[in-house]
Antibody, heavy 119, light 109 residues
């Protein structure tokens, strides 16, 4: 069964750092583009970043709101995605979902991990 | 990277049809046939309902259909059922990014 399991969410102070992980099972991570999408409490979905498949050179793209602060990477040996988040702000508070991309859509979603940025 | 525009709410009675619009620009919806729609039930992760404007993933009822004209995409739910009550989000590829709509809360009266 194809599954995604996010972890690493926590309470962090403004300006702090946090590392999110997304463990994939049931498929080979490197064969797919993968995205992070977040959802602030009571708000809509907000695309964060994408990493292309290994066959496309694993390029990364970011939303303007996180560019320069977040880094998206993949550890194919562990079938795991990593989202390194630095310089966190209150507006980064959200549920963070990882998703498998198919046909330019988020086809498979994890259950999410919660990030709270507050002093 | 401006959000796509969706009506905040929509409603219909069981058995009726309802259409939710999603308006973007010539840089996203109008330029790519990569519009997708997601259903989100309370406290749950989103679920893909439509991809590439009008295609349904396996397991999605054919009551759900999608279309696009110019910079506006639409999701139609026919034969409304109580379990269709949820938040619906559209999304579009925009060249090197994705953009979502603000979401529409669908109420089945």
């Amino acid at each position: 069964e194809v599954q995604l399991l996010e972890s690493g969410g926590n309470l962090v102070q403004p300006g702090g750092s946090l590392t999110l992980s997304c463990a994939a099972s049931g498929f080979t991570l490197g064969n797919y583009a993968m995205s992070w999408v977040r959802q602030a409490p009571g708000r809509g979905l907000d695309w964060v970043s994408v990493i292309t498949g290994s066959g496309s050179g694993s390029k990364t793209f970011y939303a303007d709101s996180v560019k320069g602060r977040f880094t998206f990477s993949r550890d194919n040996s562990k079938n795991t995605l990593i989202l390194q988040m630095n310089g966190l702000r209150a507006e980064d508070t959200a549920m963070y979902y990882c998703a498998r991309m198919e046909y330019y859509a988020m086809a498979v979603w994890g259950q999410g991990t919660t990030v709270i940025v507050s002093s | 990277q401006s959000a796509l525009t969706q009506p905040p709410s929509a409603s219909g009675s069981p058995g009726q049809s309802v259409t939710i619009s999603c308006t973007g620009t010539s840089s996203d919806v109008g330029n790519y046939n990569y519009v997708s729609w997601y259903q989100q039930l309370p406290g749950k992760a989103p679920k893909l309902m439509i991809y590439e404007v009008s295609k349904r993933p396996s397991g999605v009822p054919d009551r759900f259909s999608g279309s696009k004209s110019g910079n506006t995409a639409s999701l139609t739910v026919s034969g409304l059922q109580t379990e269709d009550e949820a938040d619906y989000y559209c999304s579009s590829y925009g060249g090197s990014n994705w953009v979502f709509g603000g979401g529409t809360k669908l109420t089945v009266l």
